[in-house]
Structure formats: structure tokens, C-alpha cells
């Protein structure tokens, strides 16, 4: 079974960069076809998905967060990784990694000083 746990700060200060990990047991994140995003849901809203790490190792953002996102991945620990800069209190949210149809948990991330 595919299992993603996401990790990092909880509180991030205004104009940092908040930085998350997620680590996935269960498959490789080079496996055939898989893409690992990064999906986040800011209290009280939707769902807005920021962006992919495709199995080859190739990267999609979406383009209202292309310029402040970056994802990458570690295949000796099976782990990829968000790091979006310049942040803003707006975008305290709970921030999920998933893949496939398989999700983490979910783990919350509050922007304030």
C-alpha cells in the first residue's frame, strides 16, 4: 500500500519560504507513470492543487505560483519537496502531498509573524 506523510515547519514567517517534504513508502517515486503533487486548501475554501514532480523527474506548477515554486526530489530517500517563497499570511492552509490516488494526511502551515 502506498503510503505519503508530509513534514516540515508549522509556522512559517511572512516573506519566508515555506519548505515541506514528503516522504512516500509503499512505491517508488520514479515508478512509471506516477506524478507526486503539491496540493493545498486554505481554511474555509477549496482545494487549489500548486504543482508535480512527474516520475521522470520533470516539473509543473500552476501558473499563478510558477514564480515563487519550486519541487524537487530526492530518489535515495524516495522524498520530494516543496519550497515556495515569498509568502504571504493568505496562505496559511493545510498542505497535502499525494500521488496517484493516494494522499498524506495533510499537515497545516500558518504564515504569520
Known amino acids: 500500500q502506498v503510503q505519503l506523510q508530509e513534514s516540515g515547519p508549522g509556522l512559517v514567517k511572512p516573506s519566508q519560504t515555506l519548505s515541506l517534504t514528503c516522504t512516500v513508502s509503499?512505491?517508488?517515486?520514479?515508478?512509471?507513470?506516477?506524478?507526486w503533487s503539491w496540493i493545498r486548501q486554505p481554511p474555509g475554501k477549496g482545494l487549489e492543487w500548486i504543482g508535480y514532480?512527474?516520475?521522470?523527474?520533470?516539473?509543473v506548477y500552476t501558473p499563478s505560483l510558477k514564480s515563487r515554486t519550486s519541487i524537487s526530489r530526492d530518489t535515495s530517500k524516495n522524498q520530494f519537496t516543496l519550497q515556495l517563497s515569498s509568502v504571504t499570511p493568505e496562505e496559511t492552509a493545510v498542505y497535502y502531498c499525494?500521488?496517484?490516488?493516494?494522499w498524506g494526511q495533510g499537515t497545516q502551515v500558518t504564515v504569520s509573524s
Open positions: 514532480v512527474a516520475y521522470s523527474g520533470s516539473t
Open positions: 509503499g512505491a517508488s517515486i520514479t515508478t512509471n507513470s506516477y506524478y
Open positions: 499525494a500521488g496517484g490516488v493516494y
